[in-house]
């Protein structure tokens, strides 16, 4: 057992951990941040998404250990200070991007990561980007919808209520 | 009140607020103190017969509290089946047991036949590599053919691998024969409707809890349908009194059929809790959900269309085999039966229709009910033969479907498989969309195509299907062992706020949006004074969940019932504090007023009043404002559609591309067009997932070698389009107060026929002689078809 200390939205953390201990089961177990999910077992399915250093990491594929030192940003950082939704988790609500939910806060870091880098994608850009996240509810349509919206383009053609 | 949010208008969801900051609350994010992890021992052969379980170095283990295999549970219950099927000779389908943990044989890879209980779930991991199983391989029965003719079976007291082998309706079988052998053309397809996993993308869970000091269980789990659990664990499985078991299905990340039914790790959480006196906890890796939830569809179908030799239907003829996997999931009897069967007239005046379903049972894990359920199966048949028929004939596939629709003077229409359609308008649907989908402008797309190197096809499709499951009276006369009516109670606070229990289950449906605005309707008040309560058998009346797109022509008729009572009691309270007759009370706009006067008390004061009941003539006027309905419909619901999709195929790789799809449904009245909108497209990415994509593959010794998202091919974001989905023809539902038939699954069910068949256009468009590939239409599947 290790001690590990990180940041996670921007609150100092520590906690003992195994060497095996992912990073999603310490934000989850240990810290108790249950919005990060655990869809699969192989990398796939993108539920797990967080930032490490600005960067999305499937938190499923790396250690807790690994982050030692990291600055770390989930789900639940993501709403202004105010506590109202951000930007982008405002766009799902607007434009219905969510269904069960499951899937959502991965969608929600991974369209993060992708308008920081690409800050007005294409529609083709936006899909090719979600690759790595498996949406079971929505078609997907109106998550691409929403990530669009939210990097300030117009979606009104899009066909949808 | 808002305008914006009455019924008909899209308010945003309310739940979305903590789905998007990661408050959601779903089953593996509660914790209990004290609590102990249970890990499954599941068998890695698909049919074994258990020799011994030595679990001697697993008890010793660090961590270990307990060890559990199928001899703790030789005693108590089975997981029963819901719907008794009987034989076209009028025999009773087989129903061989289905054990909390595998006791004497494993049946399918996967298949539990021990638990390990530890302090944390890697230390019961760890303990349950140690357990060293004696388990002989046997023979693997996976191929239903050989499954019915072989000496190999999956449940040896039965002696036969065929669960049962049903007519529907045996006595139109000879004049479906005859009509067949006298037409002027008859089109024969074979098919397969292919094997799929549900998916939903969160994992099933349980926690169980025991409470010593009042014999009371509580099992948190990832239900659809929590009451439906809890009879099923406390009268089948473990024989504990309803009023001892408490289930909560709280947040649930999707269903898709899955979560309908009830697992054996439901049980062993409970009777594990009881044992060690403490919470067990259980959440699956996805590798076993692919290898224990209930999987879909798996048909193998002959169908034959019977015409004149203007293309007028004269009958449909299928013989369907339907896997049901190793052992009877909750529905899986029904499924490929009456939600299959009794659909097989489709849209259609044919006079005959004849279906024969054999179930069978193999090495591979139960089939259930999975979005659209049966539906989709009847429907892939019925429109790929159609479309087959109508190449065969020279017709145009859309001519031809009209030539033969229900026409809107026919309602109520008796379908030759036995429903009544209650309404619809099948023309007017493909008046839209033909419109929609710009059929003129077709021929100067496929040049365009033709002049990339592509083949481009156009598919169409229509569809019906039965949702608003269902009418007790009838399903019980067909073999349903429950009723499948819905409740809901609206509790009105002293302060005029309103609680609504409500029987079915939200896990993605977006009823904590949609019900508030029904009752706010009716009661002319702020939705957002309105609570919706659901998925705790403690603190809803009553339920029978949700699935077969149900939840609102069933519970929120329930809900309406509800309401309507509150409404009558609030004239009772108003007549009292207006000195007025009741009779005289009019309700309208939040407002209990008197007749022909202006006096008027408002549905707050009303409200105040009830819980507040100076000089109440407590004889004739109880105290409170709280109201129960159980709503059981008097049919099902006949939601319909017209899709259309025009894909792209490569010949040089014979990948297909979808270009554009149009789906037009009609759903009967809309409460929430956003919502109504997202089902569609979510049932469209699974239908489309189905038609290109997924597949369910065992090898001959029962390996499911697609266990894994990278062996199942999910529908990823870039591999579908933007849809274009309309419900703007309506045909009221005449039966329910909302007017309302569902729109769950359409999506599921429209879309593989309308894909498949717009790649077989533009295979034949190609000159290639193609005229069926069976799903999922991979590249090597439509390449190897192109170049036969």
């Known amino acids: 057992m290790t001690q590990v200390s990180m940041t996670v939205n921007g609150k100092a953390v520590s906690g003992v951990v195994e060497g095996r201990t992912l990073l999603v089961d310490f934000l989850r177990g240990n810290l108790r941040l249950t919005g990060t999910h655990v869809g699969c077992d192989t990398s796939q399915c993108g539920a797990c998404v967080v930032h490490v250093d600005g960067r999305a990491v499937k938190a499923c594929t790396m250690f807790a250990l690994e982050a030692e030192g990291a600055q770390v940003r989930t789900i639940e950082g993501m709403a202004n200070a105010d506590g109202s939704l951000g930007v982008i988790q405002q766009a799902f609500q607007d434009h219905h991007g969510l269904q069960c939910g499951f899937c959502t806060p991965g969608m929600v870091m991974s369209a993060a990561a992708l308008l920081k880098d690409n800050p007005r994608p294409t529609e083709a850009e936006v899909r090719a980007h979600l690759e790595g996240n498996i949406c079971r509810c929505t078609g997907y349509h109106n998550i691409v919808k929403a990530i669009m919206a939210a990097s300030g383009q117009d979606v009104a053609a899009i066909a949808a209520e | ?788």
């Open chain 2, 1 to 788: 009140m808002p305008k914006d949010s009455n019924v008909g208008a899209s308010p945003k969801r309310r739940e979305d607020i903590r789905f998007l900051t990661g408050r959601g609350k779903y089953t593996d994010d509660i914790q209990i103190a004290g609590q102990a992890h249970a890990v499954f021992v599941r068998s890695q052969v698909a049919h074994g017969a258990i020799r011994s379980i030595d679990t001697s170095a697993a008890k010793d283990m660090p961590g270990v509290l307990a060890i559990f295999t199928g001899a703790d549970f030789a005693d108590v219950g089975g997981n029963p089946a819901g719907w008794l099927i009987n034989s076209r000779d009028g025999t009773p389908m087989k129903e061989p047991k289905r054990p909390v943990l595998a006791h004497g044989k494993v049946r399918h890879v996967g298949d539990a036949y021990a638990a390990v209980i530890a302090e944390t779930a890697d230390q019961a991991r760890d303990a349950a590599e140690a357990i060293v199983a004696d388990i002989e391989e046997l023979p693997a029965v996976v191929n239903m053919a050989q499954a019915l003719s072989g000496s190999t079976y999956v449940h040896d007291e039965i002696g036969t691998n065929q669960c049962f082998d049903w007519g529907w309706i045996e006595d139109n079988r000879a004049a479906t024969d005859a009509a067949i052998k006298g037409a002027a053309h008859v089109t024969t397809l074979d098919l397969v409707n292919n094997r799929l996993v549900p998916n939903a993308m969160e994992p099933r869970a349980s926690t169980g809890d025991y409470d010593p000091g009042t014999g009371e269980y509580t099992l948190h789990t990832t239900s659809q349908n929590p009451h439906l659990t809890r009879l099923l664990i406390a009268a089948f499985v473990l024989g504990i009194p309803e009023n001892k078991l408490r289930v909560i299905a709280p947040d649930v990340g999707g269903g898709f059929g899955s979560k309908i039914y009830h697992y054996g790790e439901e049980a062993l959480v409970l009777a594990a809790a009881r044992r060690l006196g403490r919470p067990v906890r259980w959440t699956a890796s996805r590798s076993e959900s692919f290898l224990t939830d209930a999987h879909g569809r798996d048909h193998v179908t002959r169908i034959e269309l019977a015409t004149d030799k203007d293309g007028h239907f004269l009958a449909f003829r299928t013989e369907t085999m339907a896997n049901v996997g190793a052992y009877l999931s909750n529905f899986a009897t029904v499924t490929p039966t009456f939600l299959h069967g009794t659909l097989m007239a489709g849209n259609y005046t044919v006079p005959h229709v004849y279906v024969n379903v054999k179930a069978v049972f193999t090495n591979t894990a139960p089939v259930d009910a999975y979005r659209g359920a049966g539906r989709p199966e009847a429907t892939f048949s019925l429109e790929r033969v159609i479309d087959k028929c109508a190449r065969e004939l020279g017709i145009d596939p859309i001519e031809l479907r009209r030539r033969n629709f229900v026409k809107p003077d026919q309602y109520p229409f008796t379908s030759a498989a036995g429903l009544q359609y209650d309404s619809g308008n099948y023309d007017a649907l493909m008046d839209k969309l033909e419109e929609l989908a710009d059929r003129n402008g077709f021929a100067a797309r496929r040049s365009a195509s033709e002049a990339k190197g592509l083949l481009r096809g156009f598919g169409v499709n229509s569809y019906i299907e039965a949702c608003g499951i269902a009418p007790s009276n009838l399903v019980g006369i067909l073999g349903a062992r429950v009723g499948l009516y819905d409740a809901a109670t609206v509790r009105v606070n002293a302060t005029g706020s309103l609680a609504v229990m409500v029987g079915a289950h939200s896990h993605g449906q977006g009823h904590e949006t949609v019900f508030p605005q029904i009752v706010a309707d009716m009661l002319g008040i702020d939705p957002a004074s309105i609570e919706i309560v659901h998925g705790d058998t403690a603190r809803i009346p009553f339920g029978m969940g949700t699935y077969g797109s149900r939840s609102l022509a069933v519970c929120g008729s329930a809900v309406v019932r509800a309401t309507e009572k509150i409404i009558a009691k609030g004239k009772k309270i108003a007549a009292h504090m207006l000195e007025a007759a009741e009779g005289d009370i009019e309700f309208a706009e939040g407002r209990f007023g008197v007749a022909g006067t202006d006096k008027g008390v408002s549905f707050g004061e009303v409200a105040f009043k009830a819980y507040v009941p100076h000089n109440f003539p407590h004889e004739a006027l109880e105290p409170g404002l709280e109201e129960t309905a159980f709503y059981d419909p008097a049919n099902f619901t006949y939601p319909s559609g017209a899709y259309a999709c025009e894909v792209e195929v490569d010949p040089e790789t014979g990948k297909v591309t979808i270009d554009r799809f149009v789906a037009v449904d009609d759903f009967g009245n809309v409460m929430n067009p956003m919502v109504v909108t997202g089902q569609v497209h979510g049932g469209l990415g699974q239908g489309i997932g189905q038609a290109l994509l997924e597949n369910t593959t065992y090898d001959a010794n029962g390996q499911l070698i697609t266990a894994s998202y990278m062996d199942y091919a999910m529908p990823r974001a870039d591999d579908l389009p933007f849809y274009t989905v309309d419900h703007s023809c309506v045909t009221p539902c005449t039966h329910n107060p909302l007017g309302v038939k569902g729109c769950g699954e359409a999506g599921a069910i429209g879309s593989p026929p309308t894909i498949v068949n717009a790649v077989i256009d533009a295979l034949q468009s190609g000159g290639k002689p193609v005229t069926h590939i069976d799903m999922p239409l991979s590249p090597a599947r439509v390449w190897a078809a192109m170049n036969a």
